[in-house]
């Protein structure tokens, strides 16, 4: 079976649910496999194996004709929406109850636990259906307002030579971009929270936030921008298949001004609050210099991480033209 059909079929699969997976890039491998041995015999050769997958499509059109008719966007971003769902339905809740379990724990007045539950189950179910809300509008918008960059795509016609190699370390980890969008919506949901109550609070009920700590809400503002531009670059990447090197350097430049901002939003008023509760421990375990080290920490392992990326990819592509030359 030839590479060039191992890599469309992974390309495929990557659009289709995952328990349909195997049953589906067995169909098409046999259905490539039948229309190569009906036209060309036994041995096709690359051009004309790239033909037939030429005429069968870009691989996200033939993961959308398994999946039938598509009503909340349109097929071409309809898998990426419910990869985001499938990912952030479950976490949304969880987050929500447990930051409202720990914020009456720390809480001095305490409370009543049964109403506290009911409470935090009520606020979840909202904060669940706000990130359904956000994110279908999201790609709501992002499909009638696309007309550019489909018109694009249906002008760039469809290459399968350029399709990404199975171990191509440049090709997207379409698990590790939906975790990555749905983590994302959910921290911007946050901090468009935050900056409508006035600060931190681990309360999440718009009408009764409880004890605000006030943040600095410019610093506030570009966490947002930071949080929101991951999303959207993540959302391209998945679209484009890949990550090229402006991408990736534009991910690690939004992350590195997102550190910065958890600096004076997160932990510069953390580590003040603690200081005016608690000034013993804080001077005798020094941790005044905490949120610097912090926030040096997080900087350090960001850039080792994509200096790691890069260097895979570029040894690839130093790969990929020796064994072409």
């Known amino acids: 079976m030839s590479d ?30 039948d229309q190569l041995e009906d036209r060309y015999g036994g041995s096709p050769t690359a051009a004309e194996i790239a033909t037939v997958l030429k005429q069968l499509g870009d691989p996200r059109a033939m993961a959308a004709s398994y999946g039938g008719e598509q009503y909340l966007v349109g097929p ?14 479950p ?28 409470g935090s189950l009520f606020t979840a179910a909202q904060a669940a259906i706000i990130f359904f809300a956000v994110v279908v509008l999201f790609f709501a918008i992002l499909q009638h307002s696309g007309e550019e960059l489909r018109t ?9 030579l350029e399709l990404p190699a199975v171990g191509d370390p ?5 698990f590790e971009s939906g975790i990555g969008i749905a ?22 009920n718009l009408s009764d ?3 605000v700590l006030p943040v600095p809400t410019g610093w506030l503002v570009v966490l947002l921008i930071t949080t929101f531009g991951e999303v959207v670059l993540n959302l391209w990447a998945l679209i484009r298949r890949r990550w090229v090197l402006g991408m990736w350097l534009a991910q690690t430049a939004l992350e590195l001004v997102g550190a910065v901002g958890l600096y004076f939003v997160l932990f510069t008023p953390l580590a003040e609050r603690l200081a005016q509760t608690a000034p013993e421990l804080v001077e005798r375990l020094r941790l005044d210099q905490l949120p610097a ?27 990929a033209i020796v064994a072409s030359s």
Do not use: C
């Not at 079929?9 to 195997?22: A, F, I, N």
């Not at 071409?76 to 339905?89: E, I, K, S």
């Not at 009456?104 to 049964?114: E, I, K, N, Q, R």
């Open 152 to 160: 694009k795509a249906k002008k760039d016609e469809f290459d399968p």
């Open 293 to 319: 080290w912090i926030t040096l920490a997080l900087v350090v392992i960001m850039v080792l991480a994509s200096g790691s990326k890069l260097i895979r990819l570029w040894q690839y592509r130093q790969g």
């Open 209 to 211: 936030p409880g004890a």
């Open 91 to 118: 976490l949304v809740p969880a987050v929500v109850v447990i930051a409202n379990v720990i914020g009456a724990v720390l809480s001095p007045a305490g409370g009543d636990w049964l109403g506290l539950l009911i």
């Open 76 to 89: 071409d971003l309809y898998p990426f929406m419910m990869t985001v769902l499938r990912f952030g339905l």
């Open 4 to 33: 060039l059909i191992n890599r469309y079929v992974h390309q495929v699969g990557l659009y289709v649910r995952p328990k349909e997976r195997s049953e589906i890039e067995a169909e098409l491998r046999s259905q490539i496999q």
């Open 170 to 174: 440049g090709a997207v980890d379409r």
């Open 183 to 204: 983590i994302g919506t959910l921290v911007g949901i946050a901090f468009l929270y935050y900056l409508q109550v006035g600060g931190l609070t681990l309360r999440f």
